[in-house]
């Protein structure tokens, strides 16, 4: 098989109108609600308590589990309060709310660290506090985590295939230098020989910029990527840039790969750097009703409406806003939820765009069968869902989509097909626990 | 503090889509279908668009009456119906009453489409039932030609000796008389189906279609280069072959239906070769002179088989050997 | 619950009709109700059959073993098609020419074999004859209805009698084999109308519901399963 054969996708309208724009850091809110599960695995549990007064980076929650992040307050000033409240993900959670000072002090741990072995760089690595921040939010120091000399490709991802999405763009022209020093410190102490960092064609100047820093650096290659979506898509970069096949029930270590987002890697030195871990996000803050879409450096925990406030506020009445891309992203129930670590966009969309779309019956034209990049077959795994057929969800394997919703953008019947699969993919695992 | 909004929609992902909707795409259909309309009309007269119309009223009328009758939704709206009525217009002679037009509307729309579930449930192409049933059933009237002097000089030869049955270039080829030039079949100056005389306006339609997407190229191509090929092999003409009849027709506009035919890129390629044999078969072996229709709806018979055999692999792994290489 | 004669009469005609409920005898009705004159000649014969057949195997119940009982009922059955068939050669040659091999052919046919097994073969002589009649009239009512309808559109006349032909070109389809489906079809979906009620009825003892309940030998009273 080997590289002959391209995975699909489709081609999404770009609507990159903040390409090319600066990012503009935005002044401290009046409060900031920083939620205590940012990351996949054990939440942390709340180090302050109200009354205590924080610097910016000081530790204010922390957990003992293998699979966790560290996190940090991302101003200074008085813990108000340590309270239960909904989160972006839509549960139940502890928050910390910080009542800012306006000062922005660093706290006194905040120095390099000292990194003298692998331990050290892993715990540096969990101490950054850093997530995986395509997303994914996956702990960086448990990623890293793994014996040295395992693997053989770290694959850095600069894709950013989802529309609006500029944010790591403008990361890689600012801080070119920055990543490419992060991504030697991960292969000095991984022992990684090759690195790739994919890009997507439409963005030249990064790739470019790239070429420039590394000057002939042998072990780290750019890679274009081709301008479809979903070319970000875990499988899909260490596919295109390595050729290797990762699937359902594999990680990408099982292909001998790691992945990692270009903004993890820049955070990730930022910390190696100054040791001032994960306290601020770029943020891409577009949509088709915002005054000023920009990209901006949000404090952690800030409220999505101030960040949108700063952005000059909304033209009209908003009717969806999405954390994310609009093709995998989470539409939110409402905008006074706090931003967390693996946001990278917040989208807000007047009512003529998010107006429910009428589902039609399935002409069987096939363009879902010709997106699929896992190369699936959506149609017949839909009417096998709607017919509740168990059997025929696993003939059809809909336990390797992966969710990048290419099938439902391009559906003319309009119909939820991810989302029908996600639903599908449940009954599958709970047909096989019995 | 900013303004709060506690009401926002909350969707599933993806919150952006294609622009192109099912109504969309048959809208499409008809505009591809314009320029042979238009030369139908150039050669037959006024005629052949009031049966056009005719049958594309009967056809969306039908579908409101079924919907209605069997208190579902009314899906008039995405154009499917009336497709289905100009397609099947496209397939009748010029001269055939309005009321048997009619007839092949109603087995279309409420027999073949209506009864199996509606859109994107039926297993054969409706038009090309509706086609074959009156073809069947009004055996005469189905062959009966309109004949006129914008024709190619071949075909006038025969209407004034000969009765109208039978005049089409096929028909003249079934009895070994002269035929009309492959330049005159492929303007669409011959008689024929009301649609299918002009093998230009209808590739014109078809490149349209490919272009925006609407069709892959996949079945036209394998179906038309099954036809030449088979010509070559058989001895024919394959331009007249490719000119005549309805395989222009056929492979453009009704072979690449998207419910009646397979999903996948090679099960459309193989659909498209097993229509351009059955209709060379037919055309060299059988006892009509023309086969597209009937090769058409046989392949969509076997296009669930055709789907089941080219069903896709997920993109995993070769079993063995794991993951690194 | 017993029937009463009279249900057992009228039982064959809409209600458990042996073509459209039953569906039983397809091919043999299909293939000869291209002219009502066919469809009433073989209905008649199926009529007379059945009928005689009937009595004669509720007769012989007692004598027949189990274990030989078809080879037995077929060969009762075999004697009354041939006496049916030489009656038609001699009286109506015309009929027997136009019926050809399907009067020979209601030897095998499942509806006489059908209600000899589910019905003679467990019931008096005088039901049996009840049944056989109400059977073979609602055979012979279906076949000769279907036979007007297609003989109508598909030729435009009833009987032979012009109607429609001359004045509106018959849309001979109907007369060929996708018509007789598609009439098949429509009556059965005009019975399952007419029947709502009892269908449904039917459909909740699951395998009462079926058509082929009466025949099998697994049937369970009340159903299988909830």
Same mark, same amino acid.
């Given at each position: 098989?080997?590289?002959?054969?391209?995975?699909?996708?489709?081609?999404?309208?770009?609507?990159?109108?903040?390409? !090319?724009?600066?990012?503009?850091?935005?002044?401290?809110?009046?409060?900031?609600?920083?939620?205590?599960?940012?990351?996949?695995?054990?939440?942390?549990?709340?180090?302050?308590?109200? !009354?205590?007064?924080?610097?910016?980076?000081?530790?204010?929650?922390?957990?003992?589990?293998?699979?966790?992040?560290?996190?940090?307050?991302?101003?200074?000033?008085?813990?108000?309060?340590?309270?239960?409240?909904?989160?972006?993900?839509?549960?139940?959670?502890? =928050?910390?709310?910080?009542?800012?000072?306006?000062?922005?002090?660093?706290?006194?741990?905040?120095?390099?660290?000292?990194?003298?072995?692998?331990?050290?760089?892993?715990?540096?690595?969990?101490?950054?506090?850093?997530?995986?921040?395509?997303?994914?939010?996956?702990?960086?120091?448990?990623?890293?985590?793994?014996?040295?000399?395992?693997?053989?490709?770290?694959?850095?991802?600069?894709?950013?295939?989802?529309?609006?999405?500029?944010?790591?763009?403008?990361?890689?022209?600012?801080?070119?230098?920055?990543?490419?020093?992060?991504?030697?410190?991960?292969?000095?102490?991984?022992?990684?020989?090759?690195?790739?960092?994919?890009?997507?064609?439409?963005?030249?100047?990064?790739?470019?910029?790239?070429?420039?820093?590394?000057?002939?650096?042998?072990?780290?290659?750019?890679?274009?990527?081709?301008?479809?979506?979903?070319? +970000?898509?875990?499988?899909?970069?260490?596919?295109?840039?390595?050729?290797?096949?990762?699937?359902?029930?594999?990680?990408?270590?099982?292909?001998?790969?790691?992945?990692?987002?270009?903004?993890?890697?820049?955070?990730?030195?930022?910390?190696?750097?100054?040791?001032?871990?994960?306290? =601020?996000?770029?943020?891409?803050?577009? +949509?088709?009703?915002?005054?000023?879409?920009?990209?901006?450096?949000?404090?952690?925990?800030?409220?999505?409406?101030?960040?949108?406030?700063?952005?000059?506020?909304?033209?009209?009445?908003?009717?969806?806003?999405?954390?994310? !891309?609009?093709?995998?992203?989470?539409?939110?129930?409402?905008?006074?939820?706090?931003?967390?670590?693996?946001?990278?966009?917040?989208?807000?969309?007047?009512?003529?765009?998010? !107006?429910?779309?009428?589902?039609?019956?399935?002409?069987?034209?096939?363009?879902?069968?010709?997106?699929?990049?896992?190369?699936?077959?959506?149609?017949?795994?839909?009417?096998?869902?709607?017919?509740?057929?168990?059997?025929?969800?696993?003939?059809?394997?809909?336990?390797?989509?992966?969710?990048?919703?290419?099938?439902?953008?391009?559906?003319?019947?309009?119909?939820?097909?991810?989302?029908?699969?996600?639903?599908?993919?449940?009954?599958?695992?709970?047909?096989?626990?019995? | 503090?900013?303004?709060?909004?506690?009401?926002?929609?909350?969707?599933?992902?993806?919150?952006?889509?294609?622009?192109?909707?099912?109504?969309?795409?048959?809208?499409?259909?008809?505009?591809?279908?314009?320029?042979?309309?238009?030369?139908?009309?150039?050669?037959?007269?006024?005629?052949?668009?009031?049966?056009?119309?005719?049958?594309?009223?009967?056809?969306?009328?039908?579908?409101?009456?079924?919907?209605?009758?069997?208190?579902?939704?009314?899906?008039?709206?995405?154009?499917?119906?009336?497709?289905?009525?100009?397609?099947?217009?496209?397939?009748?002679?010029?001269?055939?009453?309005?009321?048997?037009?009619?007839?092949?509307?109603?087995?279309?729309?409420?027999?073949?489409?209506?009864?199996?579930?509606?859109?994107?449930?039926? /297993?054969?192409?409706?038009?090309?039932?509706?086609?074959?049933?009156?073809?069947?059933?009004?055996?005469?009237?189905?062959?009966?030609?309109?004949?006129?002097?914008?024709?190619?000089?071949?075909?006038?030869?025969?209407?004034?000796?000969?009765?109208?049955?039978?005049?089409?270039?096929?028909?003249?080829?079934?009895?070994?008389?002269?035929?009309?030039?492959?330049?005159?079949? /492929?303007?669409?100056?011959?008689?024929?189906?009301?649609?299918?005389?002009?093998?230009?306006?209808?590739?014109?339609?078809?490149?349209?279609?490919?272009?925006?997407?609407?069709?892959?190229?996949?079945?036209?191509?394998?179906?038309?280069?099954?036809?030449?090929?088979?010509?070559?092999?058989?001895?024919?003409?394959?331009?007249?072959?490719?000119?005549?009849?309805?395989?222009?027709?056929?492979?453009?506009?009704?072979?690449?239906?998207?419910?009646?035919?397979?999903?996948?890129?090679?099960?459309?390629?193989? /659909?498209?070769?097993?229509?351009?044999?059955?209709?060379?078969?037919?055309?060299?072996?059988?006892?009509?002179?023309?086969?597209?229709?009937?090769?058409?709806?046989?392949?969509?018979?076997?296009?669930?088989?055709?789907?089941?055999?080219?069903?896709?692999?997920? /993109?995993?792994?070769?079993?063995?050997?794991?993951?690194?290489? | 619950?017993?029937?009463? $004669?009279?249900?057992?009469?009228?039982?064959?005609?809409?209600?458990?009709?042996?073509?459209?409920?039953?569906?039983?005898?397809?091919?043999?009705?299909?293939?000869?109700?291209?002219?009502?004159?066919?469809?009433?000649?073989?209905?008649?014969?199926?009529?007379?059959?059945?009928?005689?057949?009937?009595?004669?195997?509720?007769?012989? $119940?007692?004598?027949?073993?189990?274990?030989?009982?078809?080879?037995?009922?077929?060969?009762?059955?075999?004697?009354? &098609?041939?006496?049916?068939?030489?009656?038609?050669?001699?009286?109506?040659?015309?009929?027997?020419?136009?019926?050809?091999?399907?009067?020979?052919?209601?030897?095998?046919?499942?509806?006489?074999?059908?209600?000899?097994?589910?019905?003679?073969?467990?019931?008096? &002589?005088?039901?049996?004859?009840?049944?056989?009649?109400?059977?073979?009239?609602?055979?012979?009512?279906?076949?000769?209805?279907?036979?007007?309808?297609?003989?109508?559109?598909?030729?435009?006349?009833?009987?032979?009698?012009?109607?429609?032909?001359?004045?509106?070109?018959?849309?001979?389809?109907?007369?060929?084999?996708?018509?007789?489906?598609?009439?098949?079809?429509?009556?059965?979906?005009?019975?399952?109308?007419?029947?709502?009620? $009892?269908?449904?009825?039917?459909?909740?003892?699951?395998?009462?519901?079926?058509?082929?309940?009466?025949?099998?030998?697994?049937?369970?009273?009340?159903?299988?399963?909830?």
């Amino acid at each position: 098989m080997g590289l002959t054969k391209r995975l699909s996708g489709v081609h999404v309208d770009h609507r990159k109108n903040t390409a !090319g724009m600066p990012i503009i850091p935005m002044p401290v809110p009046e409060k900031v609600y920083i939620p205590m599960s940012m990351h996949i695995g054990a939440p942390c549990k709340p180090l302050v308590k109200a !009354g205590d007064t924080v610097k910016v980076g000081q530790l204010i929650g922390d957990t003992d589990a293998r699979i966790g992040a560290p996190i940090h307050s991302s101003v200074s000033g008085t813990v108000e309060a340590v309270i239960q409240g909904m989160t972006q993900l839509g549960k139940t959670d502890t =928050s910390i709310v910080i009542k800012t000072d306006g000062k922005q002090e660093l706290a006194d741990t905040v120095v390099p660290p000292e990194i003298n072995s692998f331990e050290d760089f892993i715990k540096a690595a969990r101490d950054s506090g850093v997530v995986g921040l395509g997303g994914a939010s996956f702990p960086m120091g448990a990623k890293l985590n793994i014996k040295p000399g395992t693997v053989d490709y770290l694959v850095i991802n600069g894709a950013e295939c989802e529309p609006y999405i500029t944010v790591d763009h403008a990361v890689m022209l600012t801080y070119t230098r920055d990543i490419v020093d992060g991504i030697k410190a991960i292969m000095k102490w991984l022992q990684i020989p090759n690195t790739i960092i994919g890009i997507e064609g439409n963005k030249p100047d990064a790739i470019k910029a790239f070429n420039d820093v590394l000057a002939g650096d042998a072990s780290i290659k750019v890679h274009e990527l081709r301008q479809i979506y979903p070319q +970000g898509a875990e499988r899909v970069i260490i596919y295109e840039c390595t050729g290797r096949k990762v699937s359902y029930g594999m990680l990408p270590l099982n292909a001998g790969c790691i992945v990692a987002n270009v903004s993890s890697v820049l955070k990730l030195q930022h910390y190696l750097k100054t040791g001032l871990p994960l306290v =601020s996000k770029y943020i891409t803050v577009d +949509g088709n009703i915002v005054v000023h879409p920009q990209n901006v450096e949000v404090p952690v925990g800030t409220m999505i409406s101030d960040v949108i406030e700063f952005c000059g506020g909304l033209k009209e009445e908003p009717k969806k806003i999405v954390l994310g !891309g609009p093709m995998m992203g989470r539409a939110i129930p409402r905008d006074d939820l706090a931003v967390m670590k693996a946001n990278s966009a917040i989208l807000c969309f007047n009512g003529a765009f998010a !107006g429910q779309r009428k589902e039609t019956a399935c002409i069987s034209c096939g363009r879902c069968v010709a997106a699929c990049p896992m190369g699936l077959m959506p149609a017949k795994i839909s009417r096998a869902f709607r017919d509740k057929d168990v059997e025929m969800l696993k003939e059809y394997e809909v336990l390797y989509c992966m969710d990048c919703g290419s099938c439902a953008y391009v559906c003319p019947a309009r119909k939820p097909l991810n989302f029908e699969f996600r639903q599908a993919k449940a009954m599958v695992m709970e047909a096989s626990k019995k | 503090m900013a303004e709060r909004h506690t009401d926002l929609i909350v969707a599933s992902a993806p919150h952006v889509c294609a622009p192109a909707n099912t109504a969309s795409i048959m809208r499409d259909v008809l505009i591809a279908l314009i320029p042979a309309l238009a030369v139908s009309v150039y050669v037959f007269g006024i005629r052949a668009l009031i049966l056009a119309v005719s049958c594309v009223i009967f056809c969306v009328f039908f579908e409101w009456l079924v919907r209605k009758i069997m208190k579902r939704d009314n899906t008039i709206g995405d154009l499917s119906a009336a497709v289905t009525g100009l397609i099947l217009a496209f397939n009748l002679p010029v001269g055939l009453p309005i009321w048997m037009a009619a007839v092949g509307c109603l087995i279309a729309i409420v027999v073949v489409k209506q009864l199996f579930g509606g859109l994107g449930q039926n /297993f054969a192409n409706p038009a090309i039932v509706g086609r074959i049933a009156l073809f069947i059933g009004f055996a005469s009237p189905m062959a009966t030609w309109v004949i006129n002097s914008k024709m190619s000089p071949a075909i006038m030869a025969v209407a004034e000796v000969d009765a109208v049955t039978g005049a089409t270039p096929l028909g003249l080829l079934a009895a070994g008389q002269q035929v009309p030039s492959n330049l005159e079949m /492929f303007l669409g100056l011959i008689s024929g189906s009301m649609g299918e005389i002009s093998a230009a306006a209808l590739i014109l339609g078809g490149i349209y279609l490919i272009v925006r997407k609407v069709i892959s190229p996949a079945i036209p191509v394998s179906f038309l280069a099954t036809v030449a090929v088979l010509s070559l092999v058989f001895g024919l003409d394959p331009i007249f072959q490719l000119c005549a009849g309805g395989v222009m027709l056929g492979a453009i506009f009704m072979a690449t239906d998207y419910v009646t035919s397979p999903i996948t890129t090679s099960g459309r390629i193989i /659909f498209g070769i097993g229509c351009g044999l059955f209709t060379m078969l037919i055309r060299v072996y059988a006892s009509y002179p023309e086969g597209v229709s009937f090769a058409i709806l046989l392949m969509n018979i076997l296009t669930p088989h055709i789907d089941r055999l080219t069903r896709h692999k997920a /993109f995993k792994p070769a079993p063995e050997g794991g993951a690194a290489k | 619950m017993k029937k009463t $004669k009279l249900q057992i009469l009228t039982n064959g005609i809409i209600r458990e009709n042996p073509v459209l409920v039953l569906v039983l005898g397809t091919c043999p009705t299909l293939a000869i109700s291209t002219q009502a004159i066919n469809g009433l000649g073989m209905g008649v014969s199926v009529l007379v059959v059945l009928t005689c057949s009937n009595i004669m195997i509720s007769a012989l $119940k007692r004598i027949i073993p189990d274990t030989v009982r078809i080879p037995c009922y077929i060969v009762v059955i075999a004697s009354f &098609v041939t006496m049916v068939q030489l009656a038609l050669k001699a009286y109506l040659p015309s009929l027997d020419k136009a019926l050809g091999v399907y009067i020979p052919l209601i030897v095998v046919n499942c509806i006489i074999l059908g209600r000899a097994e589910a019905f003679a073969g467990k019931n008096s &002589v005088i039901d049996s004859a009840l049944d056989g009649i109400g059977m073979g009239i609602g055979y012979t009512l279906t076949a000769t209805v279907m036979a007007c309808i297609r003989e109508l559109l598909g030729s435009g006349t009833i009987f032979g009698h012009a109607v429609t032909a001359g004045t509106i070109t018959p849309f001979t389809i109907m007369v060929m084999a996708p018509g007789g489906f598609f009439i098949f079809g429509c009556l059965i979906a005009l019975v399952n109308k007419l029947t709502k009620g $009892k269908v449904k009825e039917k459909q909740q003892n699951k395998c009462l519901g079926c058509p082929g309940a009466a025949l099998c030998s697994h049937v369970q009273e009340g159903g299988a399963e909830e």
